[in-house]
Each structure stands twice: as C-alpha cells, then as structure tokens.
C-alpha cells in the first residue's frame, strides 16, 4: 500500500525516454506477523519504467542491475547507477524511473526491526556480499533461522558510500525556466548572458540564484547535471566519446575533467567498476 503525493513532486522536468511505461507506486504490506525484518523482491523491465510519487510504510533500499535509476524526492534528483543503491527512509515521499532492460532490486525493511539510521535519502554501496544476501532473503524456501541470520549480516554490511549522487534543483522561479531547459536538453549550451537576455536579469542576479538555492554556481550545477546524465549513458552501454559528444562537450577530456570533478573518479574507471559488477551479476 502507497500513500498519494502532490503531483508537484512529478519527474516531468525530467527529459523522458521515449516509450517509457507510467505506472503507480509498488505496493509493499502495511503490516507483516511474520518475525521476519527484510522483505525483498525483484522485477525485470524490458522498457524504461516511471513511477508516480508515492511513500512506502518501510524503509526502502532500491538498486539496479544492467541500467540506471533515477529518483525525484522533493527539489532533488538522484542519479543510481550499477553497484549502488538508494535508501528511502519510510515515510519519503519519491517518484522514479528506470531505463530500459534494466533489472530493478528492492528490499523493504520494517522500521521497528531495523538497527540501522539513515535519517534521510541516502547512497549505498551495493557490494556483491550485500547483493548476494538480499537476493538470498527474496528466497520463498528460507526458514525464520536461516532467514534471521541473513538479515544479521545485512545490517552488518551495509554501508553509505562515499559518493552521495544527488543534485539540488534550484526550486526558484527566477531561474527554474533555466533548470527545466537543462533537465530536457543537458547539452543546451547557452550561457550566463544568453539567459540573462532571454529571462530579463542580470547574470549577476541569475548567479546569486543559482548560489542562494543549489550551492552552486550556474556552470557548477550546470556540470553536476551534466554528470549525473553520464552516469546513466554510461551505465546503459555508452563510451566517453559518445556521452561527450551527446553532452555538449568540445572534447572528451573536457568532459573527463568535468566528470572527476563532480565524482573524485574518473568516467572510464566508473565504467570499469560497472562492468566488473555486472561480470559478477552474471557469474
């Protein structure tokens, strides 16, 4: 069961795949006798997949495989790709969406069972041990032994990552037109003084915006947008001369450059993980 949010909280700023399927919420059990604390679960999807804001009674981490996830909560945007996941505390409301062929992962995790606190949406690191447990819980043959011992690793284990893949969305009318111009086209390259001429403000006026709402400046989130675009490219396949290319970049170690800058890691060695993940996956 779901709770309803505002329509406001939408993803429609967000540039949508073509033949992308809406649906609601996933419904997980308001209330569960069993003694059990982790309640998992997989789905595969042949197309991209959107899902309508909604809350869940649980705790959530969701992760996915072959593809990339994409989370709206409030004036924030989280960008999941391969070997990592999100954790939704219960009660967060958040809207999604999931590229096409990409294997989607959750795990609900009853709150009064749960040792662990994560106070707000947070990046996991999905290892291949975490993984392996989850799936093992999503198991129908496990008894309340075996099933009890699984989840006491699972809260041993998990772990936040370092790389928190969220980025703030300005959230101020002075500038929104700008941040929806960006979220359907990242590759839109006009600057500071363009938009200072098409919205009727100074550059200096668009700037403070920008700073007084994300934290950064125009170009800053205008990169970071950019980058979390990448992480899915290059989750779905993609190789850095094609996502420079599809991001606007002049040249590839431009965008190398802006990519390290954002993630403390490099595009190509963020693919080599991902590859090495799914190699896993697949063993």
Do not use: C
Request: proline share 6%; glycine share 8%; net charge negative.
């Amino acid at each position: 069961m779901t709770a309803s949010a505002p329509d406001d909280l939408g993803l429609g700023a967000w540039r949508r795949d073509r033949g992308t399927v809406l649906r609601p919420g996933a419904a997980v059990p308001v209330s569960d006798p069993s003694p059990q604390a982790i309640v998992a679960e997989s789905e595969a999807h042949k197309v991209a997949a959107e899902w309508s804001p909604h809350s869940h009674p649980m705790h959530e981490l969701v992760w996915v495989r072959g593809g990339t996830l994409t989370a709206r909560i409030g004036n924030r945007i989280f960008t999941v790709p391969n070997g990592f996941g999100l954790w939704l505390p219960a009660g967060v409301v958040h809207g999604g969406r999931v590229t096409a062929a990409a294997q989607l992962h959750d795990a609900f995790f009853v709150p009064e069972r749960t040792p662990i606190g994560y106070s707000g949406p947070t990046s996991i690191t999905v290892t291949p041990l975490l993984e392996s447990l989850l799936l093992r819980l999503a198991r129908k043959d496990l008894d309340e032994q075996a099933r009890a011992r699984t989840e006491a690793v699972v809260f041993d284990v998990i772990e936040a990552t370092e790389r928190q893949f969220a980025l703030e969305l300005p959230g101020d009318p002075r500038i929104d037109a700008i941040a929806e111009a960006l979220l359907r086209d990242p590759s839109d390259d006009r600057g500071l003084a363009e938009w200072a001429t098409l919205l009727g403000m100074s550059d200096r006026t668009i700037t403070r915006a920008f700073r007084e709402s994300t934290g950064l400046s125009f170009a800053q989130w205008r990169q970071a947008l950019r980058v979390h675009q990448a992480l899915a490219l290059l989750s779905a396949g993609a190789d850095v001369q094609d996502v420079s290319d599809q991001l606007g970049y002049s040249h590839p170690s431009t965008f190398i450059a802006a990519f390290r800058r954002v993630m403390k890691v490099t595009p190509g060695l963020l693919a080599k993980e991902t590859l090495s993940e799914n190699l896993y996956q697949l063993s």
